[in-house]
């Protein structure tokens, strides 16, 4: 019971929710883009029938031998320099980009290039921050833009839905990450981080806020 339990308090969180969508228990191979932080252990444990192919710079940012045993696949790459012939196209049932296009002078044009991956039919989930992120008040963690110094450029829905669209894609849903449960848990959230002694960081208040957008999109052709 406590292990569903937290199973299913893990998949509120955005990303996890959206693929639960579309595959809940089902077979799909899934491409990760920025695939840190022990992202193919804490996704597959979720969806046990995920294929799992990451994307990153560096495929020893916070990975080790237990997340590289679960993967299929990984493509260590610059994603600026546009070279993806070594991902398949027409291959992967879903794409995550999740907080990595802020990062890339250029990530309309990834984004161009990995609309062909996805199979026709397949799904791609992107979230960055957005411009409310612009007056937000500056703290660890990142609340505000500019927090984070490796932020290069601001992305807009309207901006990235003309892409889909002109790229053979439909929008699914856009709008502000507002995760009713993340939102709940703001409170709780600060008060676990204070009974553990760490600091309360900016992503916290993210979905009470405001801080990130999305849109998730369906390649039609």
Request: glycine fraction near 6%.
């Amino acid at each position: 019971m406590i292990q569903a339990l937290k199973r299913w308090m893990r998949l509120q969180n955005p990303k996890y929710a959206f693929l639960h969508q579309f595959f809940a228990n089902d077979s799909f191979t899934l491409l990760d883009i920025g695939a840190g932080n022990h992202s193919a252990s804490k996704t597959v444990s979720l969806f046990t029938n995920c294929n799992y192919y990451g994307v990153d710079l560096d495929k020893n940012y916070n990975n080790n031998e237990a997340d590289f045993a679960v993967m299929k696949g990984f493509y260590e790459m610059d994603l600026t320099q546009l070279n993806f012939e070594s991902i398949p196209n027409n291959f992967f049932d879903a794409i995550l980009i999740v907080h990595v296009i802020e990062h890339l002078h250029n990530g309309d044009e990834v984004l161009k290039g990995l609309v062909e991956k996805l199979k026709v039919g397949g799904v791609m989930y992107v979230e960055y921050p957005g411009k409310r992120s612009l007056t937000l008040p500056s703290m660890k963690g990142t609340l505000n833009y500019y927090d984070d110094a490796s932020h290069v450029r601001l992305y807009s829905i309207d901006e990235l839905n003309d892409l889909f669209l002109s790229n053979g894609c439909s929008v699914l849903s856009e709008g502000n990450r507002r995760s009713l449960f993340l939102v709940l848990m703001t409170p709780f959230r600060v008060v676990l981080r204070w009974l553990r002694g760490k600091a309360v960081t900016g992503n916290i208040f993210w979905d009470v806020l405001g801080f990130a957008e999305y849109v998730s999109i369906v390649r039609e052709k």
